[in-house]
């Protein structure tokens, strides 16, 4: 699987998969334009909506009302080295009297969404550099 992050502006970037495209940005205090989600943003909102498909896919299976799920993410971020270094994800069913039992099968289920397991099993992460290729040199004719 690939996709392509490119610099557009000051600190604004697209982020194109296929047909879709996602600007990322840091706030105009921070150098940016403001115009899309930082990183870290993104990146928690990535976990979040990864949860809520698992979970609205899963309640769809077993009859249990999705329709309004809320799912709210708080991050707060640690030092040395800088990072997120807590997150919390807060699941609101948008009907209430769902059973005990019920709920504790929807977590397990939210708990193996593809996200949610990358960070609890971190991948190999690599970063190669590579320069813009330049075209090919003319031929002389003689």
Known sequence: ????????EELRFAAHSGEHRLVIDLPEPLGGTGRGMTPPQLFVASL???????IVDYCETIGVPSQGLRVQMHWEQSERPKRIGHIRAEI?????GVAPARLAAIRRVAEQCLLHNTLKDAPEFTIEFTTAALPPPALSVA
């Open 1 to 8: 699987m690939q996709l392509t992050i490119t610099h557009e």
């Open 92 to 96: 609101e069913m948008p009907e209430e």
């Open 48 to 54: 979040g909506a990864c949860l809520g498909v698992y």
